[in-house]
């Protein structure tokens, strides 16, 4: 398995790669040889991901490539963007291009990698437990309020271990009003969102689910598209929210997937929805 998710996300990295190339010519844009390098490195860790995603996931077809592309479009696009335009990093104009590229990109990619990691292994969907309403409503309100929590202390610790980030942000740090809504009602949720998605089409254990959350967060989420150089960031503040989110947000995938896991009770065919065995 690691040899073959090893390969195939060198495909798929490549893949990505070349769809950023096309996709930048249609836009009348060009990049530098020497940040292709960086981009092959940042589409490789994505593929890696989303790779072993497909892998583990108990889904198949168009519903892996409808899955594989909402996490890569609304984690590794959309989230960042909207922080990016919050910030006053991107104007209006360029926050809609890039948000436009990122999702013609995931839509394209998420169906022809699913395509080469294509396998005739029946899978197996998982039958969780059912919660109350009041179970999640709780559930989802404490992560919400979590990843806010989160947020504001990274932020608050990346700016006392590496105080040259305020001379960059000065005079684009949005109002008080506009940075929490935009944490709690968009960005929160869409994290939430994802990691109940990645929780029920998963069949790997617990931990590895933690993990796997954390690490979706983490590299899809900042470090990946901090890697290649761009006009709208230096390298010293790519650098720094690179450790800034890679740490906060995978820390908030292992606690998000420990406080929204639900109990597998059995297994069933993906095809059938019969009940096959029970989960130990």
Not at 23 to 43: E, H, R, V
Not at 100 to 107: A, E, H, L, T, V
Request: include cysteine.
């Amino acid at each position: 398995m690691k040899t073959t998710l090893f390969v195939k996300s060198i495909f798929g990295a490549l893949l990505l790669t070349v769809l950023y190339i096309l996709f930048n010519m249609l836009l009348g844009q060009t990049s530098a040889i020497a940040n292709l390098y960086w981009g092959i490195l940042s589409n490789f860790l994505i593929a890696l991901l989303l790779g072993y995603y497909i892998m583990s996931s108990n889904l198949g077809g168009i519903r892996l490539s409808i899955s594989v592309f909402l996490i890569y479009f609304l984690i590794g696009h959309f989230n960042i963007l909207i922080e990016a335009y919050i910030f006053n990093v991107s104007s209006r104009q360029e926050t809609a291009l890039e948000i436009i590229r990122g999702f013609f990109i995931s839509i394209t990619f998420a169906p022809l990698y699913v395509y080469i990691f294509r396998t005739k292994i029946v899978k197996e969907a998982v039958i969780f437990t059912k919660r109350s309403l009041i179970g999640w409503c709780w559930r989802i309100l404490v992560a919400d309020i979590l990843y806010l929590l989160l947020y504001i202390i990274a932020g608050l610790v990346l700016t006392l271990v590496y105080p040259q980030l305020l001379q960059f942000y000065e005079g684009k740090i949005p109002p008080f009003d506009i940075l929490i809504n935009t944490q709690l009602f968009i960005r929160g949720f869409i994290f939430i969102g994802i990691a109940l998605l990645m929780l029920q089409t998963l069949n790997i254990s617990v931990a590895k689910k933690a993990i796997l959350i954390g690490l979706t967060f983490a590299i899809l989420g900042g470090i990946a598209p901090l890697i290649p150089p761009n006009e709208l960031m230096p390298s010293y503040v790519r650098l720094g929210h690179g450790f800034e989110v890679g740490i906060s947000n995978f820390v908030y995938g292992i606690l998000l997937t420990l406080l929204l896991k639900l109990k597998s009770g059995a297994k069933a065919d993906i095809n059938t929805g019969i009940a096959v065995k029970p989960t130990v």
